[in-house]
């Protein structure tokens, strides 16, 4: 009980702190600059690349102040719904674009096209498939910040030990499986499989699954999202074809196998490819090894990757609106992109950031260009109201069929069912 | 019974002061707290929108809620598994370290230790002993011939989180039961051991009677702890996007609420939980008149 007490404490503190006024609240004054809170999620290294930004962009503007609050990804959602509960929202802070509308159709976002119509062309330079998951019929209640196209991390001193031939921009799902299998290896002779030829994420659409869905030539979820289609016969083969590699080849590590390395087995070095997004170069930049980028390989409907934007919006409660989208502004102008290229954490939305060598020479010696070109046969993340919770019975669902506990057919028969379940009730 | 001094006067005046701070704690926090949560029960709020009334739905969608059947059934067979063994092996340990052997202090330091530590750092151990390839568990069987089991898998999940929240709860029982005993007179045991009784008929003819309202106590808080356990759970089973391969209700009050943003239909979940615990809590009082012997 002392947990749900605890549950039933805070939202009796959610109630009374929506009574008791905006005290968090910042408020311009005559005499002092504006203060405004820019909230995200990331790891503590990210907040010093926002802290650089910010600097750069109080240089420009000195009667704005910005705090930078950075938050892990589990307690930043916790913390956004009650800010938000308590009508003292962070001026600007943090989507990612799968969530965006869960937020945005329950109206505590400001609609920023009335800014964007006084910026003419602010929007040009961008990346369009970005845009797309911030666009509604009322204008967009927030903007892409950057984008994360998924590829295939490789180790390139796995490769060269074993003597395979690193993949090539245009290899095939079939070229995928025969590079795992020849890197799959027991390398301690205790006979257990302890090098792994591919990892993916087996509960997230993003990292591995969607992508093969899509070079099948079936989707995820039909275009006005109200049916599931990963039962349907071309997902199925996907599905069959990852299992097979998990449970024939060997070569993808099942989740009770993966929990055991305790973190990510291609930073660790018991994985030779990884799919991945950019999030993940700065943390691999510290590794031990050699290492690049390709693109996700083809299957018979062709090549596909999977893009999702992180963004920015602006709590409707805003005190200061003003201030919050000249940040926004900022950080989608040249020299705001160019720093958040330099510092090396996503792709940068605007084109021609992203296709200078600001973005393409940084520190690390892997071909960032890879990240770029994977935009053209690149799918959208779904986005639709409900997702998280679509998504996650998905997940859910699925595990026991990698866990190797239940056969694939029955499970995606019974996952579509619930999937299905879940989009009639968030409609 | 009336035990100390009653208050008078002003005395009066100052004794409700004193208790003031206390009694706008217990209303806001606790009664105001459950009393909202009935309210929310009632209603659909996002957290963001102002709550819609919505009747009993939230309590009938339950009814048609796969995720939170499995979760009910996934709390009431850990509880059929947890509480016995729990309340058996405790009054077993604690019978142990009620005699005088040398050292016993050290013993009884080692049994109360799980409960001083912290959950997150020995669930991290269990895991590591639990492990498929590497567990130390899988290693011992292999020694002895056996092959490897998967002790976090779907399958046998449940029974390993069992273990571990029973290992982390023995210290507790320990110290009540010690309490228990140390209460039986001394000359019970000396007569019965004249009239010839074994240490096995002692046992079972006056520990146990006589041990009862600490078995009550045990189990009523065994109840109570197995139906909001979480932490070890949490952090032997989860998976991915925030699942777990053993949900239990409180997991999924906790992931309805802030993950699904569905905080009437969490809070028509804690209140069928708190029901249900009050129930079993009255068949405890009904057994209690029954069985156990106050002296």
């Given at each position: 009980?002392?947990?749900?007490?605890?549950?039933?404490?805070?939202?009796?503190?959610?109630?009374?702190?929506?009574?008791?006024?905006?005290?968090?609240?910042?408020?311009?004054?005559?005499?002092?600059?504006?203060?405004?809170?820019?909230?995200?999620?990331?790891?503590?290294?990210?907040?010093?690349?926002?802290?650089?930004?910010?600097?750069?962009?109080?240089?420009?503007?000195?009667?704005?102040?910005?705090?930078?609050?950075?938050?892990?990804?589990?307690?930043?959602?916790?913390?956004?719904?009650?800010?938000?509960?308590?009508?003292?929202?962070?001026?600007?802070?943090?989507?990612?674009?799968?969530?965006?509308?869960?937020?945005?159709?329950?109206?505590?976002?400001?609609?920023?096209?009335?800014?964007?119509?006084?910026?003419?062309?602010?929007?040009?330079?961008?990346?369009?498939?970005?845009?797309?998951?911030?666009?509604?019929?009322?204008?967009?209640?927030?903007?892409?910040?950057?984008?994360?196209?998924?590829?295939?991390?490789?180790?390139?001193?796995?490769?060269?030990?074993?003597?395979?031939?690193?993949?090539?921009?245009?290899?095939?799902?079939?070229?995928?499986?025969?590079?795992?299998?020849?890197?799959?290896?027991?390398?301690?002779?205790?006979?257990?499989?302890?090098?792994?030829?591919?990892?993916?994420?087996?509960?997230?659409?993003?990292?591995?699954?969607?992508?093969?869905?899509?070079?099948?030539?079936?989707?995820?979820?039909?275009?006005?999202?109200?049916?599931?289609?990963?039962?349907?016969?071309?997902?199925?083969?996907?599905?069959?074809?990852?299992?097979?590699?998990?449970?024939?080849?060997?070569?993808?590590?099942?989740?009770?196998t993966s929990s055991q390395y305790g973190g990510d087995l291609f930073l660790?070095?018991?994985?030779?490819?990884?799919?991945?997004?950019?999030?993940?170069?700065?943390?691999?930049?510290?590794?031990?090894?050699?290492?690049?980028?390709?693109?996700?390989?083809?299957?018979?409907?062709?090549?596909?990757?999977?893009?999702?934007?992180?963004?920015?919006?602006?709590?409707k409660d805003s005190k200061n609106p003003d201030a919050a989208f000249a940040?926004?502004?900022?950080?989608?102008?040249?020299?705001?992109?160019?720093?958040?290229?330099?510092?090396?954490?996503?792709?940068?939305?605007?084109?021609?950031?992203?296709?200078?060598?600001?973005?393409?020479?940084?520190?690390?010696?892997?071909?960032?260009?890879?990240?770029?070109?994977?935009?053209?046969?690149?799918?959208?993340?779904?986005?639709?109201?409900?997702?998280?919770?679509?998504?996650?019975?998905?997940?859910?669902?699925?595990?026991?069929?990698?866990?190797?506990?239940?056969?694939?057919?029955?499970?995606?028969?019974?996952?579509?069912?619930?999937?299905?379940?879940?989009?009639?009730?968030?409609? | 019974?009336?035990?100390?001094?009653?208050?008078?006067?002003?005395?009066?005046?100052?004794?409700?002061?004193?208790?003031?701070?206390?009694?706008?704690?217990?209303?806001?926090?606790?009664?105001?707290?459950?009393?909202?949560?009935?309210?929310?029960?009632?209603?659909?709020?996002?957290?963001?929108?102002?709550?819609?009334?919505?009747?009993?739905?939230?309590?009938?969608?339950?009814?048609?809620?796969?995720?939170?059947?499995?979760?009910?059934?996934?709390?009431?067979?850990?509880?059929?598994?947890?509480?016995?063994?729990?309340?058996?092996?405790?009054?077993?340990?604690?019978?142990?370290?009620?005699?005088?052997?040398?050292?016993?202090?050290?013993?009884?330091?080692?049994?109360?230790?799980?409960?001083?530590?912290?959950?997150?750092?020995?669930?991290?151990?269990?895991?590591?002993?639990?492990?498929?390839?590497?567990?130390?568990?899988?290693?011992?069987?292999?020694?002895?011939?056996?092959?490897?089991?998967?002790?976090?898998?779907?399958?046998?999940?449940?029974?390993?989180?069992?273990?571990?929240?029973?290992?982390?709860?023995?210290?507790?029982?320990?110290?009540?039961?010690?309490?228990?005993?140390?209460?039986?007179?001394?000359?019970?045991?000396?007569?019965?051991?004249?009239?010839?009784?074994?240490?096995?008929?002692?046992?079972?003819?006056?520990?146990?009677?006589?041990?009862?309202?600490?078995?009550?106590?045990?189990?009523?808080?065994?109840?109570?702890?197995?139906?909001?356990?979480?932490?070890?759970?949490?952090m032997m089973t989860r998976q991915g996007q925030g699942d777990s391969s053993?949900?239990?209700?409180?997991?999924?009050?906790?992931?309805?609420?802030?993950?699904?943003?569905?905080?009437?239909?969490?809070?028509?979940?804690?209140?069928?939980?708190?029901?249900?615990?009050?129930?079993?809590?009255?068949?405890?009082?009904?057994?209690?008149?029954?069985?156990?012997?106050?002296?």
């Open positions: 009980m002392k947990k749900t007490i605890f549950s039933l404490a805070m939202v009796a503190i959610l109630l009374l702190s929506a009574c008791g006024g905006k005290t968090t609240g910042s408020n311009a004054t005559n005499n002092g600059p504006v203060q405004i809170t820019y909230m995200e999620w990331g790891d503590p290294a990210e907040l010093s690349v926002w802290k650089a930004i910010v600097a750069d962009f109080e240089a420009a503007n000195p009667n704005i102040k910005v705090n930078v609050d950075v938050s892990d990804w589990d307690s930043y959602w916790t913390k956004l719904k009650t800010l938000l509960a308590a009508n003292t929202p962070p001026d600007v802070f943090a989507m990612d674009a799968p969530l965006y509308l869960d937020y945005q159709s329950r109206g505590v976002l400001l609609n920023l096209q009335l800014y964007i119509d006084s910026n003419p062309g602010m929007l040009d330079g961008l990346f369009p498939n970005t845009l797309t998951a911030y666009q509604t019929p009322a204008g967009y209640f927030g903007l892409p910040r950057d984008f994360q196209t998924i590829v295939v991390f490789y180790n390139k001193d796995m490769f060269d030990k074993a003597g395979v031939p690193y993949p090539k921009s245009n290899w095939t799902y079939d070229d995928l499986r025969a590079t795992a299998l020849a890197l799959t290896k027991d390398t301690s002779g205790d006979g257990k499989i302890d090098q792994f030829g591919y990892v993916i994420d087996p509960w997230d659409f993003e990292p591995g699954m969607s992508e093969i869905i899509w070079a099948n030539g079936e989707d995820l979820i039909n275009a006005d999202h109200t049916k599931t289609l990963i039962g349907e016969p071309n997902a199925r083969t996907a599905f069959q074809f990852l299992h097979d590699m998990m449970f024939v080849d060997h070569s993808i590590p099942d989740p009770n660790s070095g018991n994985a030779a490819m990884i799919a991945m997004g950019h999030w993940a170069v700065p943390s691999y930049s510290e590794a031990s090894f050699k290492w690049d980028v390709v693109q996700m390989p083809s299957g018979p409907a062709g090549q596909a990757t999977s893009v999702n934007s992180a963004g920015f919006v602006v709590g940040f926004i502004k900022f950080v989608l102008s040249t020299a705001g992109q160019t720093r958040l290229a330099e510092m090396g954490f996503a792709c940068p939305v605007l084109r021609s950031v992203a296709e200078s060598d600001a973005f393409l020479k940084q520190g690390t010696s892997i071909n960032q260009q890879i990240f770029i070109d994977s935009l053209a046969f690149a799918h959208m993340k779904p986005v639709f109201k409900g997702y998280d919770e679509w998504s996650s019975t998905i997940g859910d669902g699925l595990t026991p069929m990698w866990n190797g506990e239940a056969e694939l057919n029955p499970t995606l028969d019974q996952i579509v069912t619930q999937a299905d379940a879940v989009l009639a009730n968030n409609k | 019974m009336e035990y100390g001094l009653r208050p008078l006067g002003r005395e009066k005046f100052w004794f409700w002061v004193m208790l003031i701070p206390t009694l706008i704690g217990l209303t806001f926090g606790a009664l105001g707290s459950i009393l909202a949560t009935l309210g929310l029960s009632l209603t659909n709020w996002d957290l963001l929108r102002p709550p819609t009334w919505a009747g009993i739905s939230n309590y009938l969608a339950l009814f048609n809620n796969p995720a939170y059947f499995k979760a009910l059934t996934n709390t009431f067979k850990f509880s059929a598994m947890y509480v016995p063994g729990v309340v058996i092996i405790s009054l077993f340990v604690a019978v142990l370290m009620n005699r005088k052997i040398h050292g016993v202090s050290i013993f009884r330091t080692i049994y109360f230790l799980p409960a001083v530590t912290s959950a997150v750092a020995t669930a991290l151990v269990w895991n590591m002993i639990y492990g498929r390839d590497t567990g130390i568990l899988n290693y011992l069987l292999n020694l002895l011939g056996q092959p490897s089991i998967c002790w976090l898998c779907t399958k046998n999940a449940l029974m390993s989180v069992v273990v571990v929240n029973i290992w982390g709860a023995i210290g507790e029982g320990m110290i009540i039961f010690l309490a228990g005993l140390t209460a039986i007179p001394r000359e019970y045991y000396e007569a019965a051991t004249i009239d010839g009784a074994g240490q096995f008929d002692q046992f079972f003819s006056i520990t146990l009677p006589l041990v009862t309202p600490s078995i009550f106590f045990q189990t009523l808080i065994s109840s109570i702890n197995a139906f909001q356990a979480y932490d070890y759970i949490y053993v949900p239990v209700v409180v997991f999924s009050i906790y992931r309805n609420a802030w993950n699904f943003f569905k905080y009437g239909g969490a809070s028509a979940q804690a209140i069928e939980l708190a029901v249900l615990v009050i129930l079993l809590m009255g068949f405890y009082f009904w057994l209690e008149r029954r069985y156990v012997v106050y002296e």
